[in-house]
C-alpha cells in the first residue's frame, strides 16, 4: 500500500524518510509542504525499505537480490518509482533525466492513489504530460495486473507520440523491470505488457456525433486518460 496519507505511515514501520536521495527537486518540494504547514510532508520521500538507501537502481552490477529488493519497492512504492528509477527521455541531448517534482505532478499522483479522479490543468514546460506518461508506465509495467489502461486524445499524432514516450520510458527502465515478452504490441497505436498483462488502447477524437458514440462505447476500462479534450 503507498504511503498518501499520514497514518498509512504506521503500515510501514520499518520506512524512513529518504533525505539523501540525489533527486534534489523531491527534497525541495517536501520542504515546500513543511513551509505550507502540510503534516505529511515528507510522504514523497518514504523508502520502505532501509537497507536501498545509497543504492544506484541503474547499477548494472547489482545482485539479483537488490534487484528484487528494488522491484517490490517500486511495487509498493510509487514514490520510490518516480523520485529514484524511471527516467525522462531526452528531449536534447543523450541522457535521460530524473524526474522533477513539482507541485503540480506530485497532486496528480497523490490524487490517484488516494482514489481521486484528477483533473490536472498545469502551464506549458512544467511536466502535465511526463506526469501521465509516468503514471501509465508504472501502472503497466510495475504495478497493475491484468489491467486496460484507455487513452483518447485530441488528434492521431498526438497519440503516436504519447505511444513512442511510453516506449522510451519503458526502454530507459532497469532491464530487470522491462519485463519484455515476444508478444508485446510494437506499433504506434497500442502499448502492451505481456508479461503482467496489461494493456493501453488508444482512441482519437471524433468529429461527427456518431463517431464519437462508437468510441466512446469502445472505452470501457479501468482506467481512463483524455487529453487535449
Not at 541503474?58 to 518509482?81: G, V
Not at 483533473?119 to 508506465?137: C, E, H, Y
Not at 530487470?176 to 498483462?197: G, M, S
Request: hydrophobic share 40%; charged share 20%.
Amino acid at each position: 500500500m503507498a504511503i498518501v496519507f499520514i497514518n498509512d505511515w504506521q503500515a510501514h514501520p520499518d520506512a524512513i524518510i529518504h533525505r539523501t536521495t540525489t533527486n534534489k527537486s523531491f527534497l525541495i518540494l517536501a520542504e515546500k509542504y513543511k513551509r505550507m504547514g502540510v503534516r505529511n510532508y515528507h510522504f514523497i520521500l518514504a523508502l520502505l525499505q532501509p537497507a536501498l538507501e545509497g543504492v544506484n537502481p541503474h547499477d548494472p552490477n547489482l545482485s539479483e537480490e537488490i534487484q528484487s529488493m528494488i522491484a517490490l519497492e517500486c511495487l509498493k512504492n510509487p514514490w520510490y518509482f518516480l523520485r529514484e528509477v524511471c527516467r525522462v527521455p531526452p528531449q536534447g541531448g543523450v541522457h535521460p533525466l530524473m524526474f522533477k517534482a513539482n507541485r503540480g505532478n506530485i497532486a496528480l499522483w497523490w490524487s490517484f492513489f488516494a482514489g481521486v479522479d484528477p483533473f490536472l490543468v498545469q502551464p506549458r514546460q512544467t511536466g502535465k504530460s511526463v506526469a501521465v506518461d509516468m503514471l501509465i508506465s508504472y501502472l503497466l509495467y510495475i504495478a497493475a495486473n491484468n489491467s486496460r489502461i484507455n487513452l483518447l486524445t485530441q488528434r492521431n499524432d498526438l497519440r503516436v507520440s504519447n505511444v513512442e514516450r511510453l516506449k522510451e520510458i519503458r526502454d530507459y527502465l532497469p532491464d530487470y523491470l522491462q519485463l519484455r515478452h515476444r508478444d508485446d504490441a510494437n506499433n504506434t497505436i497500442e502499448v502492451d505488457c505481456t508479461f503482467r498483462k496489461n494493456t493501453l488502447s488508444t482512441a482519437v477524437a471524433q468529429a461527427s456525433k456518431s463517431g464519437a458514440y462508437s468510441i466512446g462505447r469502445g472505452l470501457t476500462a479501468p482506467l481512463a486518460v483524455i487529453d487535449e479534450f
